[in-house]
């Protein structure tokens, strides 16, 4: 059974950064894809950043571009999501998922393991 387990969420100052982790166990966590979705409150679960199997490559929303890195140490089992310049907007639950395929989606349709989120507030 695969599991997920996210770490690094908390409360920060606009300007500020975090990194969040989320490290995998049960499957070849190599073989897939991974993703970070957040969820606001009142609002749908959003694509955040996505990363290849390999890690080679990567997609942004457009909202976070520039701000957020997604990367993975497959070595680890672990991918990483490092946000910069944190805004308010970005307050939300971000949960990390694996895809179902090596390619990266951005439709949570397409993963079929989540995390159980880290809360990210974003306010001074």
């Known amino acids: 059974q695969v599991q997920l387990v996210e770490s690094g969420g908390g409360l920060v100052q606009p300007g500020g950064s975090l990194r969040l982790s989320c490290a995998a166990s049960?499957?070849?966590?190599?073989?897939?894809?991974m993703g970070w979705f957040r969820q606001a409150p009142g609002k749908e679960r959003e694509f955040v950043a996505g990363?290849?199997?390999?890690?080679?490559?990567?997609d942004y929303a457009d909202s976070v571009k520039g701000r957020f890195t997604i990367s993975r140490d497959n070595a680890k089992n672990t991918v990483y999501l490092q946000m910069k310049s944190l805004k308010p907007e970005d307050t939300a639950v971000y949960y990390c998922?694996?895809?179902?395929?090596?390619?990266?989606?951005?439709?949570?349709?397409?993963?079929?393991?989540w995390g159980q989120g880290t809360q990210v507030t974003v306010s001074s």
């Open positions: 049960g499957g070849t966590f190599s073989n897939y894809a």
């Open positions: 990363i290849g199997w390999s890690g080679a490559s990567t």
């Open positions: 998922a694996r895809h179902r395929a090596y390619y990266i989606g951005r439709d949570y349709s397409e993963y079929d393991y």
